[in-house]
């Protein structure tokens, strides 16, 4: 398979592991999101992930609930690593080597995260699971993306959501919605639109890292991006 990007950042939504169900993790949508993965893996694209947790608890909604905002996000973060736990094992069922790291030390559930583990196990042809997104309360998993992606030198961050791009308007609500092929951040900013929060934005923008959005939902959409195929909407 020929390749655009040789190092990628995935970032996937804890909802979208879900499935059909209401909570928690669809073990066939695990399956499919594993066998994604493996193919581009095992085809020499390194790749490192950032899952979150919504499927499981969110802690801005704890904290609407009458949580404290710092331990619901904390029981937040440790979500995002009962996830990434699931998807190693899926890879490794794929045959696909995967290492999970954690943004605060919880050896030896994971390895605690240093830029030059994550970028050693992806230079050895693992998958990184980069799990516990930035290790702090009030930073939302895609700014814990954007940071990493932006640490490991990937080429581009891939958010895998279950809406095939960036729309005007939310195309479930709204039909008239029309879909962006590109976009710039300070479009996206202008706009309001709801594509992740503002400081994984800005993050991106400081740093010049692409950002390409698209339905992860649909097998084979993952191996057409990383040949460069228009799929999604590119943010730039």
């Keep these: 398979m020929r390749t655009k990007y040789q190092r990628i950042l995935l970032k996937l939504s804890g909802e979208s592991l879900m499935g059909e169900q209401h909570y928690g993790i669809d073990s066939k949508r695990l399956q499919e999101y594993a066998a994604q ?10 790749v490192a992930i950032v899952i979150g947790g919504g499927n499981i608890f969110r802690g801005l909604q704890g904290a609407s609930k ?12 440790l979500a995002t690593v009962i996830n990434s736990l699931a998807l190693s094992s899926a890879l490794q069922a794929a045959a696909c080597s ?17 830029k030059w583990k994550a970028t050693e196990a992806l230079s050895n042809g693992q998958v990184a699971i980069i799990a516990g997104g930035t290790g702090n309360p009030f930073f939302t998993t895609d700014t814990g993306a954007a940071l990493r992606a932006i640490e490991v030198e990937a080429d581009v961050m891939l958010k895998g959501t ?3 791009g960036i729309y005007t308007a939310d195309p479930e609500k709204d039909p008239t919605a029309t879909k962006f092929s590109e976009i710039t951040y300070d479009e996206v900013y202008n706009r309001g639109l709801k594509v992740m929060d503002l400081t994984a934005t800005a993050l991106c923008k400081e740093n010049a890292m692409p950002i390409i959005v698209f339905d992860m939902d649909t097998p084979g959409n993952l191996e057409k991006v990383i040949a460069g195929e228009q799929i999604g909407t590119l943010v730039y």
């Design 162 to 164: 279950r809406v095939d």
């Design 37 to 46: 993965i493996a193919a581009i893996a095992n085809d020499g694209v390194q």
């Design 98 to 114: 995967a290492k999970v790291f954690t943004a605060t030390n919880m050896y030896p559930i994971g390895e605690y995260y240093s």
């Design 66 to 77: 009458g949580f404290d905002r710092v331990k619901g996000d904390q029981m937040g973060m």
